[in-house]
């Protein structure tokens, strides 16, 4: 019998018995280690998510229900609303300190600092530059302010004190004018952003390139930041920042046709490397006779269909406010499908952004529904996202 195995080893080409078993326990070792890797890859995809996971589903439990938003809904003046938030933690310390819409805006500006300093290091980047939006919000708001010759203190009361320039305030509130502003803003990129668009705002006498460029930044530098994604938390993440740009680019491609502006007029102002719209279909877009003709260049992709139910409101208005509602009601849909796809990965932080930042907008339209007279809460409600 061990004649027969020697002799069947031999044959095989191998000098010992001992060496096939050597060989064996090797192929047993890189099966193992397969399995290994394979069962903990999910594991190291989740696991930097359980902490801020954990953060997240703690405030989501505070956001208000439909019960408690209908409450709010109900309060008879602005004083009550401001009255009602006093008896949350979230909104009580800047209710205290400031008017009621910059104390939403500066919960709102909390929870994207909340959310870029807890977030994953693989999807930080991107939370980062989400909370950057209120440096362009403060700068936006400066720029106004100088223009129309408001003083530094009112000024100041426009500011939301959160982002990288909250530091650098106090230099752009002295400057005198937009070049001043400008020079006040040497080492950041802003700077550079900002001169880039003083020609043509200087041809236009208009803030609207300065504003423009600085949205284009912030969102070209969203897309870089989500592009080649390595797993489904950053393909999930790619898709809700593709969308988000997709949606600022159509809305520009709508007004732009109701206004009746040409593609030239308005190329530099929309971003090239959108999601599902790439740049030779804005091109396409852009160059359709009118609204009806952008409908009918999207079919095709997912915008035909979300566009199309609120045509029949924009011919009996010639608004495009319903095609807007649709967009944004699309995104708030996109980030609630993402919740569920990945609940023990990116999901809940996205769902939850969404979430926040619908409760805010909802809030600043009870608010504004308080402040003008004859606004029912019926009508209020009918507002509401």
Known sequence: ???DIAALVSSMGFSSPESVIGLLFLVLAVIGAVIVV???RPVLEFYPY????ARVRARRGKLFDEKQLSEIVEADTVEEVKNYLR??????EYVEKYPLEKALDTQLAETHDLLARIAPDDIKETFEILLSKWDISNLKSIIIAKEAGLTREETEDLLIPFGDLKDSSDKLLDAKNIEEIVNALEGTEYAQILEDAMPEYQKMGMLLPLEAALDKNYLNKLVRSVANPADDNRKLLQSYIGTLVD???LKIILRAKVDGLKYEEVQSYMISNGYQIREWKLKELMESEDVEGVLSSLEGTKYSHILSESMP???GTGSIAPFEAALDANVRKTANTISKK???GIGPIIGFLSRKETEVRNLKIIARGKVEDGVSASVIKEMLV
Request: glycine share 4%.
């Open 1 to 3: 019998m061990v004649e």
């Open 38 to 40: 394979v069962s903990i």
């Open 50 to 53: 359980t902490s801020p996971n």
């Open 87 to 92: 008896g949350v933690p979230e909104y009580a």
């Open 247 to 249: 949606t600022t680019n």
């Open 313 to 315: 409101d924009y011919s």
């Open 342 to 344: 990945k609940p023990i």
